[in-house]
């Protein structure tokens, strides 16, 4: 699988916005919570039942309506893996002529472009074909377009709500329609983001079984090296997600972490607190500068910083500061993400922007 992760050599100090991660650092209840496991606990399989019950709780959600994964990544490769995989192709020479892996009959990935990398990643992984739909100009959910897209070979659609470039949510109707429109497939919403936003699918989940959500625990909650996600929705699906993996994918550090993480309310509000007012600061260097942007409901600002993109993220790395380059993706020519979490960050980064834009104006 073919990492979409920016991976950037020699990070050191560097102020790191361009993974959107928590760079202010999980709760200290967390590492806490590690330093008390025992040799026995990393000596014996872990039991996830005590942490699935804490996060069922924390979700609103019955158990078991919840599956942990190693990642949200892992989440989205189980839907994968679930709903998308071929018969495997047998190794005899001559089937290997003929048989494409991703031929014409192979079920269908559906994902509105431009969205997280790992979802055409996971796709093609399990020989999928994947059906990409262009944004509109203003990068809004093209919900006709996703509509049109869908054939009787569609399995899966990936939606990302807060969506990773843009920040901007998915109308609960468009979801709504898109279920409708897939009976027999799933509708995949990530809301890796959702912990910054008041607006997600969970209440919505009892109208619409075909439908689950994704969430992550390592952006709002600084989980990210722990590798913890989860999934939620319908029992009878998350059962056939939960067929798809293996079953020790998580390990006991990520477990312990997950429950001490979401016992720590006042740390999580204090981060979305933080967010909120680094955004106000990109928003309000953007509206001085005459950039245009994208009002986020995330931890990150897309921002249209013109065709000197890839030569500003450069300058920015030159002093350290680490921020993504999406130029290249449909729809956001021009653009660069910047990950807004600790305001102290967001003001140098912001200030090194200000300043690379002024001397090259
Ligand atoms: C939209 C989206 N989904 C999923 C993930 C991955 O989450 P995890 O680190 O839990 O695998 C990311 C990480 O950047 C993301 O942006």
Same mark, same amino acid.
């Given at each position: 699988?073919?990492?979409?992760?920016?991976?950037? &050599?020699?990070?050191?100090?560097?102020?790191?916005?361009?993974?959107?991660?928590?760079?202010?650092?999980?709760s !200290?209840?967390?590492?806490?919570?590690?330093?008390?496991?025992?040799?026995?606990?990393?000596?014996?399989?872990?039991?996830?039942?005590?942490?699935?019950?804490?996060?069922?709780?924390?979700?609103?959600?019955?158990?078991?309506?919840?599956?942990?994964?190693?990642?949200?990544?892992?989440?989205?490769?189980?839907?994968?893996?679930?709903?998308?995989?071929?018969?495997?192709?047998?190794?005899?020479?001559? @089937?290997?002529?003929?048989?494409?892996?991703?031929?014409?009959?192979? &079920?269908?990935?559906?994902?509105?472009?431009?969205?997280?990398?790992?979802?055409?990643?996971?796709?093609?992984?399990?020989?999928?074909?994947?059906?990409?739909?262009?944004? &509109?100009?203003?990068?809004?959910?093209?919900?006709?377009?996703?509509?049109?897209?869908?054939?009787?070979?569609?399995?899966?659609?990936?939606?990302?709500? !807060?969506?990773?470039?843009?920040?901007?949510?998915?109308?609960?109707?468009?979801?709504?329609?898109?279920?409708?429109?897939?009976?027999?497939?799933?509708?995949?919403?990530?809301?890796?983001?959702?912990?910054?936003?008041?607006?997600?699918?969970?209440?919505?989940?009892?109208?619409? !079984?075909?439908?689950?959500?994704?969430?992550?625990?390592?952006?709002?909650?600084?989980?990210?090296?722990?590798?913890?996600?989860?999934?939620?929705?319908?029992?009878?699906?998350?059962?056939?997600?939960?067929?798809?993996?293996?079953?020790?994918?998580?390990?006991?550090?990520?477990?312990?972490?997950?429950?001490?993480?979401?016992?720590d309310?006042a740390h999580l509000?204090a981060y979305?607190?933080?967010?909120?007012?680094?955004?106000?600061?990109?928003?309000?260097?953007?509206?001085?500068?005459?950039?245009?942007?994208?009002?986020?409901?995330?931890?990150?600002?897309?921002?249209?910083?013109?065709?000197? @993109?890839?030569?500003?993220?450069?300058?920015?790395?030159?002093?350290?500061?680490?921020?993504?380059?999406?130029?290249?993706? !449909?729809?956001?020519?021009?653009?660069?993400?910047?990950?807004?979490?600790?305001?102290?960050?967001?003001?140098?980064?912001?200030?090194?922007?200000?300043?690379?834009?002024?001397?090259?104006?």
């Amino acid at each position: 699988m073919s990492s979409q992760y920016q991976r950037e &050599p020699e990070l050191g100090d560097g102020l790191r916005l361009h993974l959107n991660e928590n760079t202010g650092g999980c709760s !200290p209840k967390v590492i806490e919570a590690l330093r008390a496991l025992s040799p026995l606990d990393a000596a014996i399989y872990p039991d996830y039942g005590r942490v699935t019950d804490v996060c069922a709780r924390h979700l609103g959600v019955d158990p078991a309506r919840l599956l942990l994964t190693n990642g949200l990544d892992e989440g989205i490769l189980a839907a994968a893996i679930a709903y998308l995989q071929r018969e495997p192709t047998p190794l005899s020479r001559s @089937a290997s002529r003929s048989t494409s892996r991703t031929g014409d009959g192979a &079920p269908e990935g559906l994902i509105a472009e431009p969205c997280f990398g790992m979802y055409a990643d996971c796709i093609e992984a399990v020989g999928g074909r994947i059906v990409r739909v262009a944004p &509109p100009a203003d990068l809004a959910f093209p919900l006709d377009a996703v509509l049109a897209a869908i054939t009787p070979r569609t399995r899966v659609i990936y939606l990302t709500s !807060p969506g990773n470039p843009t920040g901007l949510l998915i109308p609960h109707a468009a979801v709504h329609a898109l279920a409708r429109a897939l009976p027999h497939g799933l509708v995949f919403i990530d809301e890796a983001y959702a912990d910054f936003t008041d607006a997600h699918f969970l209440g919505e989940l009892d109208a619409a !079984p075909n439908v689950v959500v994704g969430r992550t625990f390592a952006k709002a909650y600084g989980l990210a090296a722990l590798r913890i996600g989860a999934v939620v929705g319908d029992a009878a699906v998350i059962a056939q997600l939960r067929r798809s993996l293996p079953p020790y994918s998580i390990n006991v550090a990520a477990a312990v972490a997950l429950e001490a993480a979401l016992g720590d309310q006042a740390h999580l509000d204090a981060y979305r607190a933080a967010v909120r007012a680094s955004k106000a600061r990109v928003y309000a260097v953007c509206d001085r500068l005459g950039l245009a942007y994208w009002p986020s409901e995330a931890n990150f600002v897309l921002i249209r910083v013109g065709d000197r @993109a890839t030569a500003i993220v450069e300058a920015l790395r030159q002093r350290r500061i680490f921020v993504r380059d999406r130029s290249t993706e !449909p729809g956001c020519a021009g653009c660069i993400r910047i990950t807004a979490g600790v305001v102290a960050q967001t003001e140098q980064a912001l200030a090194a922007l200000e300043d690379i834009l002024c001397a090259v104006a």
